[in-house]
């Protein structure tokens, strides 16, 4: 399971610390020892809190001392023994596999806003119509999460997605986006169908979460055949990797699978052969201008014949302007998006594009 404890109401920063110097700097700042393992440490994180203990450390403990520390985000129990959050010595083991250098969480700190965001639950999704570019219908709606802060300030995706990455939160991110936007569709568009993005290394690493995105899919009457998950950073995945087999899964479920950024970063012969997708979209880079560049235009050709031939629809992302949307429709692009088809709104789309 992907570790979202940061996710819950209570969990707690444990800290093996780098060397006496630091252990007794922590005490003072509060931090508890654990019977069971006297040389690791303990505090609670209650919301709001977290940033505070970071800028105390930081205050008060140098960077080699960081960098020699090591922690680990852990859920809090519920009873207390002997003065000290219970653990159970196997389970805190175990997590201690996965602990990371302190100055990794340190250096995060100016991405403190998306730690309270995690723990705050706060995203919400927009939803950009993905259209029928012969009948001019709404196909589908993709989801893009945002997120509000307690000032009000609206953070776009990108910045949601490049503070995942450099505070290495970026399973509990994806996780929490999937689940916030399964309920958020069972809601607005029952009858719908939506393309979800998610990163293939959490494919790799936990497929069960997909088996419990199944089970909440029924539970909120919702049907595995309006999900398409959307494979974002498809190309940080070695070739070698069970991909095909757990995306066969996946696919087993009821689920369809869309592969993002064709010809930008994935290559029609690395991935899309051996994953089989059920749609590939075309990176905005290659049909921006589409309609005026004879190369881009042989190249899309090549894309969409060769997508038809597998059996493959494709979406042509980034269309601004009529004559790109016109010549993806002359070409037999089957479906496509972007600004000058629609914007992403909170509403879903229901009028076909002129």
Partial sequence: MPRTYLLEKSCRLVLHPGDDAMHAIL?????????????????????????????????RISVTSQAHARYVIVPTPSTREEGAWSFVPQLLLMDLLQAQPLNTLMQSMKDAWFLHVLLQ???????????DLQSGQVFAHECLARAQNDQGVIFSGQQLIDAACSTNLAHEFDHLARTTCISAISEIGPEETFFINVLPKTLLHHPQVFEEHFQAILALGLRPQQIVWELTEIQAVPQDSQLKQVI?????????????????????????????PDLVKLDRQLINGCSLHPVKQVLIKALVDASHTMGIKVVAEGLETVEDISFCQQLGVDLGQGYGLARPRCELHSQCFA
Avoid: N
């Avoid at 654990?34 to 709001?48: E, N, R, S, V």
């Avoid at 639950?121 to 259209?131: K, M, R």
């Avoid at 066969?248 to 994953?275: C, M, N």
């Fill in 27 to 59: 005490r003072q700042l509060g931090f508890e020892s654990i019977p069971a393992f006297p040389q690791l440490l303990f505090i609670d994180l209650t919301k709001g809190r977290l940033e505070q203990i970071l800028e105390s450390i930081d205050a």
């Fill in 121 to 131: 639950q706060q995203l919400f999704f927009v939803y950009q119509p993905i259209f």
């Fill in 248 to 276: 066969e899964y996946i696919r087993s479920l009821g689920f369809g699978i869309a592969i993002d950024d064709l010809w930008s970063t994935v290559a029609l012969d690395h991935y899309v052969t051996d994953v089989r």
